[in-house]
């Protein structure tokens, strides 16, 4: 195992599925072994995962099972593999109580990076400070940088870059705003009907995203 990285996102629906989706099929079509994992019981993202990797999705979880036969199951189904993602659930701090059982806490777990995926529609400055109180709550959990979603304009991405440089964390990229990326829900979790990741969202990671840089983690 080469790369590892845990895929979070400060709230639900900000596109951290697309994004993980995206960047599985990506480095799988590039001829990496991903091996992909998810955080809590959600079998609906596996899907999504195995689809795109041609590998089972490992579903990590803190609430039923020691952090030690997390570690255990982390290292085992990643042993083979050029690059593990792991796909956070909710908001990365939002556990069974407080933060524990959290993608927060599993990323301390295992001692690997996150990477924060946050929704920048209708919003520049302001953003500042919501990274700053994520990167520094918890000590033990590293944001190695952040992947911007829905942005408006080239424009509007120089200002969300503005304020990664002034908090000194990497930015990665974004992906611009796309009506049609939007994945549909249903009861119980998204819509994995179609689970293949469309080529327009290859495409847009390719162009928009430094994902040789995330290769680096």
């Given at each position: 195992?080469?790369?590892?990285?845990?895929?979070a996102?400060?709230?639900?629906?900000?596109g951290?599925?697309?994004?993980?989706?995206?960047?599985?099929?990506?480095?799988?079509?590039?001829g990496?072994?991903?091996?992909?994992?998810?955080?809590?019981?959600?079998?609906?993202?596996?899907?999504?995962?195995e689809?795109?990797?041609?590998?089972?999705s490992?579903?990590?979880?803190?609430?039923?099972?020691?952090?030690e036969?997390?570690?255990?199951?982390?290292?085992?189904?990643?042993?083979d593999?050029?690059?593990?993602?792991?796909?956070?659930?909710?908001?990365?701090?939002?556990?069974?109580d407080?933060?524990?059982?959290?993608?927060?806490?599993?990323?301390?777990?295992?001692?690997?990076?996150?990477?924060?995926?946050?929704?920048?529609?209708?919003?520049?400055?302001?953003?500042?400070p919501?990274?700053?109180?994520?990167?520094?709550f918890r000590?033990?959990?590293?944001?190695?940088?952040?992947?911007?979603?829905?942005?408006?304009?080239?424009?509007?991405?120089?200002?969300?870059?503005?304020?990664?440089?002034?908090?000194?964390?990497?930015?990665?990229?974004?992906?611009?705003k796309?009506?049609?990326?939007?994945?549909?829900?249903?009861?119980?979790?998204?819509?994995?009907?179609?689970?293949?990741?469309?080529?327009?969202?290859?495409?847009?990671?390719?162009?928009?995203i430094?994902?040789?840089?995330?290769?680096?983690?």
């Open positions: 195992m080469k790369t590892a990285f845990l895929i996102a400060p709230t639900s629906g900000s951290k599925t697309t994004i993980a989706r995206g960047l599985m099929a990506l480095l799988t079509r590039k990496y072994k991903v091996q992909p994992f998810k955080c809590g019981p959600d079998y609906i993202d596996t899907k999504f995962h689809a795109v990797c041609g590998r089972p490992i579903n990590l979880d803190t609430f039923m099972a020691t952090p036969h997390v570690r255990q199951l982390f290292a085992h189904y990643g042993e593999a050029d690059v593990c993602i792991v796909e956070g659930m909710m908001g990365l701090f939002d556990g069974y407080r933060d524990k059982g959290s993608s927060a806490e599993i990323a301390a777990v295992l001692g690997i990076p996150v990477v924060l995926v946050v929704d920048a529609k209708s919003v520049a400055y302001s953003m500042a919501l990274l700053q109180g994520f990167m520094n000590k033990d959990v590293h944001i190695a940088g952040v992947i911007y979603n829905k942005v408006g304009s080239e424009r509007h991405y120089q200002m969300l870059k503005q304020v990664c440089d002034d908090l000194h964390i990497e930015c990665f990229g974004y992906l611009p796309q009506p049609s990326l939007e994945q549909g829900s249903r009861y119980l979790g998204l819509d994995y009907t179609e689970t293949a990741a469309p080529v327009e969202l290859l495409t847009l990671i390719e162009q928009y430094a994902w040789e840089k995330l290769l680096t983690l």
